[in-house]
């Protein structure tokens, strides 16, 4: 096999989709790039989003002030990603994909995407943690259109009714003191999703980097910390044992019913908070000693598939740059309801129209991304053997410390290190 060809074998593995993405048939099929009559191709993870709304008119608007047509196509995330990987060995990429974040480096390194410095754009104006997610070896291969992390939130009902008060919440000592509160008053106190997939990971990260544990020693006394509080929380009956099954869509739906003082949870379920049949808040995820723990970054950046014709260039970097000034960083925050915008004007331009985002853009701020610290493609292979170790010390069938060991000794065989 050639590079290209072993990196579409193992694509099913190395695609990492997040639950904000809804999965739905595509609207309508590829477009090969360089069409006649201007006409430049998109694609995105957004089926949900059809031809007639607010977000295809964000995306059309971009190609009109570029002076062109946008002919958008829309996937699921995992089929988008299999889809540009075949586009880009047949030669017909499209001129713009939007990628779950993760799954950038996968297509940079198969050498399918161009970096953003080989046509100009600058990207220093993009949060650092935010970007790093589209970096690989040096290069920044796409752009973050905003993004999304995960916080707490809480039914502050029951806690009220416990006697807690959120802002007590500082560390995972006084977390977990106010679970025990909220047990002693029959009430249950936290859910979240520990399911055996990339989602099972993506929650796990704040308590793991919380601990100050590192993605490239899954065994580590700090990572062994992490896990030990979730599979102490189960034990006590602080959370239930359908953790190790939930996605994140049921552990919402857990909470939803209002039995739940805590969720786990991601910045796109802002609305649905809202309309709740209880009045919710948002605590920052605790680090073990204290302070905001980092949470992983979700969210689609803008990439760039290599041409043949690389004139059309000039009016892909056009769109770009529609796309990510402030005000348009704004737009497609509020499209969504969920993004954060990627830059420090972008961030005051949404909080000076929607207060509310406060805690939501002091998330995103100290958010990490999945594969920064050049993790690349070896990041879905370790996110494989620690979501497994999860699941072996949730389930009982293993300690923390064993279940963690094994998961070690899985990713170096997997990565080769």
């Known amino acids: 096999m050639n590079r290209t060809s072993a990196k579409a074998a193992v694509i099913g593995a190395a695609v990492l989709a997040l639950a904000a993405c809804a999965s739905a048939p595509p609207q309508g099929g590829p477009t090969a790039a360089g069409a006649e009559g201007g006409a430049y191709t998109w694609w995105d993870p957004y089926p949900q989003h059809d031809a007639s709304s607010a977000w295809a008119e964000r995306v059309g608007a971009c190609g009109r002030q570029a002076g062109v047509t946008i002919e958008r196509t829309a996937y699921d995330t995992t089929a988008l990603t299999n889809q540009a ?92 003191a106010a679970l025990k509160k909220v047990k002693a008053a029959g009430k249950k106190p936290i859910t979240f999703a520990a399911i055996g997939t990339e989602e099972g990971s993506f929650q796990f990260l704040p308590w793991f980097w919380g601990a100050g544990a590192q993605l490239t020693q899954l065994d580590s006394p700090q990572a062994v910390e992490a896990l030990h509080l979730w599979s102490s929380w189960l034990k006590d009956g602080l959370a239930p044992n359908s953790v190790i099954s939930n996605s994140q869509n049921t552990t919402w739906e857990e909470f939803l019913t209002g039995e739940f003082a805590f969720a786990e949870n991601g910045t796109w379920q802002i609305n649905s908070a809202a309309e709740a049949d209880f009045p919710t808040g948002i605590v920052q995820i605790p680090g073990k000693d204290g302070g905001t723990a980092a949470t992983p970054t979700g969210g689609e950046f803008i990439t760039v598939p290599v041409q043949k014709d690389t004139k059309r260039y000039d009016v892909t970097k056009k769109v770009l740059e529609c796309m990510t000034t402030p005000e348009g960083l704004v737009e497609t925050g509020t499209t969504f309801a969920y993004y954060i ?77």
């Not at 080989?118 to 650092?128: A, I, P, S, Y």
């Not at 990041?379 to 494989?384: A, C, G, L, R």
């Open 85 to 176: 990987l075949l586009a880009g060995q047949e030669g017909n990429a499209p001129d713009v994909i939007l990628l779950d974040n993760p799954a950038v480096s996968t297509l940079a390194d198969a050498g399918m995407l161009t970096a953003m410095s080989d046509f100009g754009l600058e990207v220093n104006r993009f949060d650092k943690n935010l970007i790093a997610a589209g970096e690989l070896d040096g290069k920044t291969y796409g752009i973050p259109i905003g993004a999304n992390t995960l916080a707490l939130y809480y039914n502050k009902k029951i806690l009220d009714d416990a006697g807690v008060d959120p802002a007590s919440v500082k560390d995972w000592a006084s977390l977990t």
């Open 341 to 417: 915008p990627s830059t420090a004007d972008g961030q005051q331009a949404i909080l000076a129209k929607e207060p509310s985002l406060k805690p939501w853009v002091a998330a995103v701020q100290s958010a990490k991304g999945r594969t920064s610290d050049n993790l690349g493609t070896k990041y879905p292979k370790i996110s494989e053997a620690l979501w497994t170790g999860v699941q072996k010390a949730l389930s009982g069938a293993a300690s923390p410390a064993d279940a963690l060991k094994a998961a070690q000794a899985q990713a170096q065989q997997a990565t080769g290190d």
